[in-house]
């Protein structure tokens, strides 16, 4: 069976509990994101996400484009995950070092998606897997100033 899932970890230099209030504001997804196309939230969506919660995101890969998510795992401090139209996940789990210090995993998991196969055949994967080191290398220095 392949694998429909990567992920990239880095240290944080602040406690979880800070860099979860961040993920979990759709309004600062915009500040960590490492590929570029995070805009910014979508008017209407909930200030603070919590599971079941659905928030809109202006996009732009190219073309500008809106896209809905919706919060399908949540773990106050710890987890926090949400799908797009098709399925496939994007999860962030957080695991205190110490008390200033957060081990941050993201991944890009599409094992969930409708239609796997059309993401296994695309470079999506490899360029996530780009795109989110950028964004732990942003979180990080977003925490650090």
């Known amino acids: 069976m392949r694998k429909r899932a990567i992920s990239v970890t880095r240290t944080i230099p602040a406690p979880a509990d800070r860099i979860f209030d961040l993920l979990a504001h759709p309004a600062g997804h915009a500040l960590i994101d490492g590929s570029g196309s995070v805009r910014a939230a979508r008017p209407g969506g909930p200030d603070r996400l919590a599971l079941g919660a659905t928030f809109g995101m202006d996009m732009k890969l190219g073309l500008a484009y809106r896209i809905e998510n919706t919060v399908v795992e949540f773990d ?70």
């Open 76 to 145: 106050e401090n710890r987890l926090i995950a949400w799908r797009h139209f098709n399925g496939h996940r994007w999860r962030w789990r957080l695991t205190p070092v110490d008390a200033g210090a957060t081990e941050v995993t993201e991944t890009f998991d599409w094992s969930t998606a409708r239609i796997p196969l059309l993401l296994d055949l695309s470079s999506f994967p490899r360029r996530n897997k780009a795109a989110m080191e950028k964004s732990l290398e942003l979180m990080a220095a977003h925490f650090a100033g």
